[in-house]
């Protein structure tokens, strides 16, 4: 099985593929993890291009995968490569409120994470608009030729329906 899960920041694309990786025993994969460089000094330093299409090479190279992130432009091949692509459009009061929490947490050393600033954060929510307003449009066309295997989450209702299948 392959799976692919897009959505903004704070949608539940990491929640849900736990919890999918779980249920099916299959390996997920946080497409952050090869965006950025884990083991930079500060904040928000890319991984090279090279570095991290060969990283996502090795991913889609196995035989099953949960792939999760907010990227499209870079990651053809796993929309191409999925039996499923599950779309997180979740309402903005909801993922604005997970990112407040999920940074003050990690602020807190309650929960692990990238080192975020105030500056950080308040930015990711700004992106968060223009992901819901331009790129989630831009994701939407090039997913028009996968339309068989699309499925579109727009509330914590249908996705607890999904996990509870």
Same mark, same amino acid.
């Given at each position: 099985?392959?799976?692919?899960?897009?959505?903004?920041?704070?949608?539940?694309?990491?929640?849900?593929?736990?919890?999918?990786?779980?249920?099916?025993?299959?390996?997920?994969?946080?497409?952050?993890?090869?965006?950025?460089?884990?083991?930079?000094?500060?904040?928000?330093?890319?991984?090279?291009?090279? =570095?991290?299409?060969?990283?996502? +090479?090795?991913?889609? %190279? *196995? &035989?099953?995968?949960? $792939?999760?992130?907010? #990227?499209? @432009?870079?990651?053809?091949?796993?929309?191409?490569?999925?039996?499923?692509?599950?779309?997180?459009?979740?309402?903005?009061?909801?993922?604005?409120?997970?990112?407040?929490?999920?940074?003050?947490?990690?602020?807190?050393?309650?929960?692990?994470?990238?080192?975020?600033?105030?500056?950080?954060?308040?930015?990711?929510? =700004?992106?968060?608009?223009?992901? +819901?307003?331009?790129? %989630? *449009? &831009?994701?939407?066309? $090039?997913?028009?030729? #996968?339309? @068989?295997?699309?499925?579109?989450?727009?509330?914590?209702?249908?996705?607890?329906?999904?996990?509870?299948?």
């Amino acid at each position: 099985m392959k799976v692919h899960i897009i959505g903004c920041s704070g949608s539940g694309k990491t929640y849900l593929a736990k919890l999918l990786s779980a249920k099916y025993n299959i390996p997920h994969f946080d497409l952050d993890d090869i965006q950025w460089h884990q083991n930079a000094v500060g904040y928000g330093v890319k991984m090279p291009v090279e =570095k991290r299409n060969a990283l996502l +090479q090795q991913i889609l %190279l *196995k &035989e099953d995968w949960i $792939i999760e992130g907010v #990227y499209y @432009a870079w990651v053809q091949q796993c929309f191409q490569d999925a039996d499923i692509i599950y779309v997180l459009d979740m309402p903005k009061y909801l993922y604005k409120s997970r990112i407040l929490k999920r940074s003050a947490k990690r602020l807190l050393g309650l929960e692990n994470g990238k080192k975020e600033t105030l500056r950080s954060v308040y930015n990711l929510l =700004k992106w968060t608009d223009t992901f +819901q307003k331009n790129n %989630l *449009k &831009e994701i939407k066309r $090039i997913l028009e030729k #996968y339309k @068989a295997k699309v499925v579109w989450i727009t509330s914590k209702k249908e996705l607890s329906e999904l996990i509870n299948e």
